[in-house]
C-alpha cells in the first residue's frame, strides 16, 4: 500500500469512528422510545414486554435470561451504552428517577420491574394507580429505600433484628464530637437517622427468595458472603454451616419476604451470630450479587426466577445442580488501562481451569484497551477525552464482571479459585485436588490397599495415599478426618489391619462416606479385621467389602461418585461390559479348547 492510499484509508477509519463517537453522545441527549420489532408478536414463552428500570449488568444478565425464552424485556438507563443495552429488545435512555420518563416508558410495557431499589416510588405508586402491573409493589420499595422503615417493617413481623433506634439528637452518643460530624454528613437529623447495635457475626450469609405472584415462595439454598471494603467479593454456595443453621437462615428468609408485596427474586442478607443466632441485616426487592452463582450452579438461575415471578409463570428448580460453587466479583483493581489489563490477566487464567464461567458485564465497550486492535489509527487527544466522557470505563473496586467455579466439592472449588489468583507459572496451579482419599494405619497394609488407588487411576479419579494410623497418631487421624471434607476429599477409603479401629473412628469424625478394607494380618486371618468394621454402632456407618480386597472398595468409591458425575458412571457401565466380555471370550476358549488345552496352554 502506498503512503496516499494508507493515508486516505487511515483518514476514512478515523471518520468512521468519530461518527459512531458523535452517535454515542446524541443517543445520551434523548429520549429513544422506538421499537425495533413493535409489530411483532414474541412467540415466546410470554407476550408480555417486561419493562426493567435500570440497565446495568443486573439488568444485562435479566436480558440473557429472557433471550432463551424469546422473552421480550426493554430497560430504562440513562446512559446509552448501560451493559444492558446491548441484548436487551429495546432500550430507553433516560432516567428511572424522573416521573415522566418513568411514566412515558411504563406505557410500553406489560410489567414493570426493577433492577436497582433507587427508583421513585411515589411514580411507581402512581403508575400502579393507574393501572400499571408493577413487580414487585411500590410498597416494597418505598420500605427497602429507608432502612429504618426496613427496619421497622421486619422487626414488626417478628423478624430477629439487630437492635436498633430512631435517633433526633446526641443524647446517644459516647463521644459528641464524633457523631457530629457524622450526623452532619448524613444532612442531619431531619433524614431521619437511625443507630444500630454492632452485631459481632461470625459469618455473612444471603437467601436469594423468589415469590410468585400467587404468593408461593421458592428459596435458593444458602449461602456465605465474603465482602471486601464493603462490597460483595466472595459467594460460597452452599455455606458451610450446619444443617440445623441453613434452616433457621431459610426460616428468616422465608418469612422476610413474605411479609412484602409484589412477585420477583429478594435477596436477603443475614448475620450469622457465634451463639448461633440468626439475625436479618437488610433485603433487596431484585436479583442480587449473592445469586450469581445460580447462573451456572442451580437449576433455575435468579434472573430466569425473576422473570418467572413477575410474568406469573411457574416458579424453577432452585436447587443446586452441582455440589458446591463459588462466585468471584471481578473489581476494578486500578483506573483505566492498567486496570483492564489486570483483569484481562485473570480472565485469562480463569479460562485455563475446569469449572470456570467468565462474565464479562461490558462496561467499557470500545474503551482504549481495544483501540490496540487498530495500529494504524491515530486518535487525538480531544477525540479519545470526548468519548470516555460519555461511555463508561474502568474504576477501582467498579464491579466490571464475575467468575464462577462449579465443582464436585467445595475444597475442589476453592482450589480452583486460588489456582486462578496464583500468578502464572505457579507451581500450584496444575495441582489436581484429590477427590478420594486412601488411609492406612502401617505401610504393611500397603501391598493390599494399593489396589484401590490401581483402580481409581484406571477411571481417572484423583486421590491420595497416605498413612495415618488411629493408635500410634491419633492426632493425626483427627486432624485428616476433620479437615478431609474441607480439602476437597469426597469418600475415604480406609484399610484396617489387626485392631481394625481406623475405618470406624474416622467415619465417626467426618461425614463423608467411608469404606473400610479388613487387611489379613498375621493372626485371625482377617477376621477380626472385618468384625470390627460390620459391628460398627448404630449412627457410625461404615461400608465394607472382603478381606484384602481393596479392589472393590476403589469399585464402590467410583460408583459412589458416579451418582454426581456422568462421565465416570459410563465409565463404570463401559468396565461392567468389558468384564462381561472377558468373561465371555473366557468361556467360548473353554468351550472350543477343552479344559486340558486351556489350563495348559
Known amino acids: 500500500m502506498d503512503k496516499h492510499t494508507k493515508s486516505s484509508s487511515l483518514k476514512q477509519s478515523h471518520k468512521q469512528f468519530q461518527s459512531s463517537v458523535l452517535a454515542c453522545q446524541a443517543s445520551t441527549d434523548t429520549h429513544d422510545t422506538s421499537f425495533r420489532k413493535d409489530d411483532l408478536p414474541a412467540h415466546g414463552v410470554s407476550e408480555v414486554i417486561v419493562g426493567v428500570l435500570g440497565g446495568g449488568q443486573l439488568g444485562r444478565m435479566l436480558c440473557q435470561a429472557a433471550s432463551e425464552m424469546a422473552i421480550k424485556v426493554m430497560v430504562l438507563d440513562p446512559l446509552a451504552n448501560c451493559p444492558a443495552s446491548a441484548i436487551a429488545y429495546d432500550h430507553m435512555v433516560g432516567s428511572f428517577d424522573d416521573s415522566a420518563t418513568v411514566q412515558e416508558f411504563a406505557k410500553r410495557c406489560g410489567v414493570l420491574t426493577v433492577e436497582i431499589e433507587h427508583v421513585d416510588a411515589a411514580t411507581m405508586e402512581k403508575l400502579e394507580q393507574q393501572g400499571v402491573d408493577c413487580q414487585p409493589k411500590a410498597s416494597t420499595i418505598r420500605i427497602i429505600q429507608d432502612k429504618y422503615l426496613q427496619k421497622v417493617h421486619f422487626s414488626g413481623h417478628g423478624i430477629p433484628l439487630p437492635d436498633f433506634v430512631q435517633i433526633d439528637d446526641l443524647e446517644v452518643a459516647k463521644s459528641e464530637e464524633e457523631l457530629s460530624s457524622a450526623v452532619n454528613a448524613l444532612g442531619g437529623f431531619d433524614r431521619g437517622l437511625y443507630v444500630e447495635k454492632w452485631t459481632p457475626f461470625v459469618k455473612e450469609l444471603a437467601v436469594i427468595v423468589a415469590r410468585g405472584r400467587d404468593n408461593s415462595i421458592s428459596c435458593y439454598p444458602v449461602v456465605e458472603t465474603i465482602h471486601k471494603e464493603n462490597i460483595c467479593h466472595i ?18 428468609a422465608h418469612k422476610a419476604v413474605s411479609s412484602l408485596e409484589g412477585a420477583g427474586v429478594f435477596a436477603v442478607e ?12 437488610e433485603v433487596a426487592p431484585r436479583p442480587h450479587n449473592s445469586g450469581h452463582h445460580t447462573i ?7 434472573f430466569e426466577q425473576h422473570l418467572r415471578a413477575v410474568l406469573g409463570l411457574p416458579l424453577g428448580d432452585p436447587s443446586m445442580k452441582t455440589p458446591a460453587a463459588i462466585m468471584y466479583n471481578l473489581l476494578g483493581e486500578d483506573e483505566g488501562e492498567p486496570g483492564f489489563h489486570l483483569a484481562h490477566q485473570l480472565i485469562g487464567r480463569a479460562l485455563n481451569i475446569q469449572g470456570a464461567s467468565v462474565h464479562w458485564y461490558d ?20 477525540l479519545f477525552l470526548h468519548y470516555n466522557y460519555n461511555c463508561a470505563e474502568m474504576r477501582k473496586q467498579r464491579k466490571m464482571g464475575h467468575i464462577t467455579f462449579t465443582g464436585p466439592s467445595m475444597g475442589i472449588v476453592e482450589a480452583r479459585l486460588k ?18 482419599g486412601i488411609i492406612m494405619g502401617s505401610d504393611s497394609d500397603l501391598p493390599i490397599m494399593k489396589d484401590a488407588a490401581k483402580i481409581l487411576t484406571m477411571f481417572g479419579v484423583p486421590h491420595e495415599v ?4 488411629a493408635h500410634r497418631t491419633p492426632e493425626m487421624m483427627f486432624s485428616y478426618a476433620l479437615s478431609a471434607q474441607d480439602q476437597g476429599i469426597q469418600i475415604i477409603i480406609a484399610g484396617a489391619g489387626g485392631a481394625a479401629h481406623l475405618p470406624g473412628m474416622v467415619a465417626s469424625l467426618t461425614p463423608l462416606p467411608v469404606i473400610g ?28 467389602v472382603a478381606i484384602n480386597n481393596a479392589t472393590n472398595a476403589g469399585l464402590l468409591a467410583v460408583r459412589m461418585l458416579g451418582v454426581g458425575d456422568a462421565d465416570l458412571l459410563a465409565r463404570m457401565s463401559q468396565y461392567q461390559e468389558d468384564t462381561r466380555d472377558n468373561v465371555m471370550k473366557k468361556a467360548e476358549k473353554l468351550q472350543t479348547d477343552g479344559w486340558e488345552t486351556y489350563l495348559n496352554p
Not at 443475614?270 to 441485616?281: E, M, S, V
Not at 489456582?419 to 478420594?436: F, H
Not at 485371625?524 to 456407618?541: E, F, H
Open 296 to 302: 451456572e450452579a442451580c437449576y433455575t438461575s435468579q
Open 419 to 436: 489456582s486462578m489468583l496464583k500468578e502464572e507459572g505457579s507451581e500450584s496451579r496444575t495441582a489436581v485436588t484429590p477427590r478420594v
Open 466 to 469: 497416605r498413612i495415618v494410623s
Open 270 to 281: 443475614l448475620f450469622l451470630t457465634k451463639d448461633g443466632q440468626i439475625l436479618l441485616n
Open 517 to 544: 478394607v479388613p487387611v489379613r494380618a498375621s493372626a485371625l486371618d482377617g477376621m477380626d479385621s472385618l468384625l470390627s468394621i460390620v459391628q460398627m454402632p448404630r449412627g457410625v456407618p461404615v461400608a465394607t
Open 235 to 252: 459467594v460460597k454456595a452452599p455455606a458451610a454451616i450446619p444443617w440445623k443453621i441453613r434452616k433457621l437462615a431459610t426460616d428468616v
Open 363 to 382: 462496561k467499557a465497550r470500545l474503551a482504549l484497551h481495544k483501540f490496540y486492535m487498530l495500529p494504524d489509527l491515530i486518535l487525538s487527544l480531544s
